[in-house]
């Protein structure tokens, strides 16, 4: 699996199948992956690091904010807004179903933007 470097602190490898999807996220400490959704069901279990995101809309008195680390999984269900930072240097692995049609085809310009 190639390392795809999407910006200077971001980069991943995907595998992907019929259904679903996986993919190794490298993160750099103070990475910030911008507030996005997306009709995948997301599982985000951290391999090494920490990341601090926040699910729902933003501002919204349903957004909820989880620091999740090295061991832990968090489940993102479809279509609900959510953004991270890398509170360390981070290797995460998320599951998408169905693959990521962005990722694949290179649509995914919120990532592709120089990391703050």
């Known amino acids: 699996m190639p390392r795809e470097t999407l910006s200077p602190m971001l980069g991943r490898r995907l595998v992907t199948g019929e259904r679903m999807m996986l ?10 992956v911008p507030l996005h959704s ?8 951290i ?4 990341l601090r995101l926040w699910l ?3 501002g919204s008195p349903e957004q909820r904010v ?3 680390r090295a061991g832990e999984v968090l ?3 479809p279509h609900v807004p959510h953004r991270a930072e ?3 240097d981070t290797l995460d692995l ?3 179903s169905p693959p990521r049609q962005d990722w694949l085809d290179g649509t995914d310009q919120y990532l592709r933007r120089p990391a703050k």
């Open 23 to 32: 993919a190794q996220v490298y993160l750099e400490r103070g990475c910030v």
């Open 38 to 45: 997306h009709m995948n069901e997301q599982m985000t279990y």
């Open 47 to 50: 391999l090494q690091g920490a």
């Open 56 to 58: 729902g809309p933003e």
């Open 66 to 68: 989880y620091d999740v």
């Open 75 to 77: 489940v993102i269900p």
């Open 86 to 88: 890398a509170l360390e």
């Open 94 to 96: 998320d599951v998408f």
